[in-house]
């Protein structure tokens, strides 16, 4: 995870603990707006992430990178396009653009399906935050 030790971190998330092994990764990627949680309280740690949750933390990344993200797809053809929530709608049409989302079907993104079988939110921020301090080297 990146070392921001000296960093001020903000208003915690009620339900991170500053001394799990992930709260360095949830607190960086919260502080570079990667995640934003459920609200200023709430992150969800042990919630299994949706597609749309990874297509969004992705996206956000790639402009934190300072990647191009300007490919959109269109989802019209996909019957569960207006459910995606609008936090994520331009995440989503990125990350179908760029062919990250896989569809098992063609009429439909299943956003609200897990994306990483049983990952949860900490793990790929921890992951997230390794690939960013080792990318800052």
Same mark, same amino acid.
């Given at each position: 995870?990146?070392?921001?030790?000296?960093?001020?971190?903000?208003?915690?998330?009620?339900?991170?603990? $500053?001394?799990? *092994?992930?709260?360095? =990764?949830?607190? %960086? #990627?919260?502080?570079? +707006?990667?995640?934003?949680?459920?609200?200023?309280?709430?992150?969800?740690?042990?919630?299994?992430?949706?597609?749309?949750?990874?297509?969004?933390?992705?996206?956000?990344?790639?402009?934190?990178?300072?990647?191009?993200?300007?490919?959109?797809?269109?989802?019209?053809?996909?019957?569960?396009?207006?459910? $995606?929530?609008? *936090?994520?709608?331009? =995440?989503?049409? %990125? #990350?179908?653009?760029? +062919?990250?989302?896989?569809?098992?079907?063609?009429?439909?993104?299943?956003?609200?399906?897990?994306?990483?079988?049983?990952?949860?939110?900490?793990?790929?921020?921890?992951?997230?935050?390794?690939?960013?301090?080792?990318?800052?080297?």
């Amino acid at each position: 995870s990146p070392n921001i030790e000296n960093e001020i971190w903000g208003y915690p998330f009620k339900d991170v603990d $500053v001394n799990a *092994y992930y709260a360095t =990764a949830v607190y %960086w #990627a919260r502080m570079n +707006g990667i995640v934003a949680g459920y609200s200023d309280e709430l992150f969800g740690p042990n919630d299994t992430i949706t597609r749309e949750q990874m297509a969004a933390i992705l996206y956000r990344y790639a402009q934190y990178k300072g990647c191009d993200t300007t490919a959109k797809a269109d989802l019209s053809k996909f019957a569960d396009a207006a459910q $995606v929530g609008s *936090y994520a709608v331009e =995440a989503i049409r %990125w #990350a179908n653009a760029e +062919g990250l989302l896989i569809t098992r079907k063609v009429s439909a993104l299943y956003i609200h399906m897990p994306h990483c079988g049983s990952a949860d939110m900490k793990s790929i921020l921890t992951i997230g935050g390794s690939i960013a301090s080792a990318s800052a080297l």
